[in-house]
């Protein structure tokens, strides 16, 4: 039996909800009362997602990299991820696919979610870089800090996790555009001035070694005591297999591998564009002016020679135009078309009238209908009483993510990686017409 004086209390309450509920009833819809006549429309705002997958991460586990550092990277590049395209820098978030993670006493891990289950890639050494492969996600490649300006480069084949190679290198590596080789760098140690770059395929047979020999007619000659052989090579140098070239090299120096035989480098005023033949790289034209690249279809350039500024008119202060990756056919941009945003990796371009990042920064018209981005901002809403929660259970959390869970979107893959401390999280977005657009111009 249930004690009268209770039951009498909850009938009194239930009246007093009747009567507020009538109260707002006839109250005028924009004093907070419900519209009249018709079913009443309720809309509810849920910031939950779909987990399909997540990591719990060991105290000293995180998805961070350690000396990582893309030669081309002006700014420290941030960790939310982006695209996930091989131009831009790499991100611990490897597309919808899985994560990099370095652990304590110089242990770390590449966690793939395949299949319905993780896969698990160990070092012994942390990581400085890692990406699997655009278009075949079959190959990932690594690159491991084994001590003091001391690193490594391994070619995996995935699922099996078989070294396909391994190779000292520096503290980067990436794949071509066309996800059909790797390109690896090497630093002299004693003459930072100097970086070497070699092309290497995605197989275990590694080809021959080759050194570019800088001796195209009709183009300038390389440095006074450029070495013109691998025997005139530093001994690391020397050892590196592929198709080598040796590049002039400063801080503003920048590269791109659009195709796995197409190079394009720049230092200064001065930019080369390097193709592929017969196993060696050549020089197929140089010049002067800044280029930058519109990945993945263009190179942009702004100046130029003397000459061939003077033949303009009117004469512009800094001229602009493009070329594509195959080879230097540049053509002039009208003086009137917008100015292009700052040149950073996160851009992906679309032609040459649009351009976006992840970050929900945007070029051109073409951009005009994509809606704002809308689902970060939700993702760190939905699990912030998660991080909130690890933020009290382990003291590493407020040093990792002091203001708030780590969103990365994958937007392009309507999926985004949550870090909320003690965890990581796969979450599936919402399909949305941003996402439709975004796909869409992203082809």
């Known amino acids: 039996m249930i004690p009268q004086k209770y039951l009498i209390a909850t009938l009194f309450i239930a009246a007093m909800l009747l009567l507020v509920a009538i109260g707002v009833g006839f109250r ?10 018709g079913p009443v429309a309720i809309t509810m705002v ?3 997602f779909e987990a399909v997958a997540d990591w719990p991460l060991e105290d000293g586990w995180s998805p961070r990299f350690i000396g990582a550092h893309d030669p081309d990277q002006r700014e420290p590049w941030p960790f939310e991820g982006a695209f996930g395209a091989p131009w831009e820098p790499a991100s611990p978030y490897l597309a919808d696919q899985g994560l990099a ?3 304590p006493q110089g242990t770390s891990m590449v966690a793939l979610w395949r299949g319905l289950e993780w896969r698990r890639y160990r070092f012994d050494a942390p990581l400085a870089s890692a990406r699997l492969a655009p278009g075949r996600a079959n190959r990932l490649l690594v690159t491991l800090a084994l001590g003091p300006a001391r690193f490594e480069t391994r070619l995996l084949e995935i699922p099996e996790g078989r070294v396909l190679w391994s190779l000292q290198s520096s503290a980067w590596s990436r794949f071509s555009w066309d996800g059909r080789a790797a390109l690896v760098g090497l630093a002299d140690p004693k003459r930072p001035e100097r970086l070497l770059l070699s092309v290497l395929p995605l197989d275990p047979d590694l080809p021959e070694p080759s050194l570019a020999p800088w001796n195209e007619d009709g183009l300038p000659a ?5 070495p013109a052989s691998q025997d005139a090579l530093w001994d690391d140098a020397r050892d590196l297999p592929g198709a080598k070239v040796l590049l002039p090299w400063s801080p503003e120096g920048a590269f791109w591998l659009p195709r796995q035989d197409r190079l394009w480098t720049c230092a200064g005023q001065q930019w080369t564009a390097w193709r592929l033949a017969r196993g ?9 002016g800044q280029v930058f690249a519109h990945p993945p279809g263009a190179m942009g350039r702004i100046g130029g020679s003397a000459t061939e500024l003077r033949a303009l008119d ?3 202060a800094a001229p602009r135009f493009l070329s594509s990756v195959e080879a230097p056919d540049w053509r002039r941009v009208p003086p009137e078309a917008p100015s292009w945003p700052a040149y950073d990796p996160a851009w992906a371009w679309r032609g040459d009238a649009d ?4 970050w929900d920064l945007r070029w051109g018209p073409g951009t005009d209908a ?3 981005e809308r689902q970060r901002e939700a993702l760190v809403r939905a699990f912030r009483p998660e991080w909130k929660t690890s933020l009290k259970l382990r003291a590493s959390v407020g040093g990792w993510l002091p203001h708030g869970p780590e969103v990365a979107l994958r937007e392009s893959d309507s999926s985004a990686w949550v870090w909320v401390g003690n965890r990581v999280l796969l979450v599936r977005l919402t399909d949305s017409e941003r996402t439709r657009r975004l796909r869409a111009l992203l082809k």
């Open 46 to 48: 849920m910031d939950s």
């Open 28 to 37: 005028p819809p924009g004093e907070g009362g419900v519209t009249s006549g």
């Open 370 to 372: 994509l809606a704002p």
């Open 314 to 316: 009117p004469v512009e």
């Open 222 to 226: 390389p440095p006074r005591g450029w």
């Open 280 to 288: 060696i790289w050549e020089r197929a034209a140089t010049g002067e």
């Open 355 to 358: 351009a976006l990042t992840a």
């Open 101 to 103: 993670l370095n652990g």
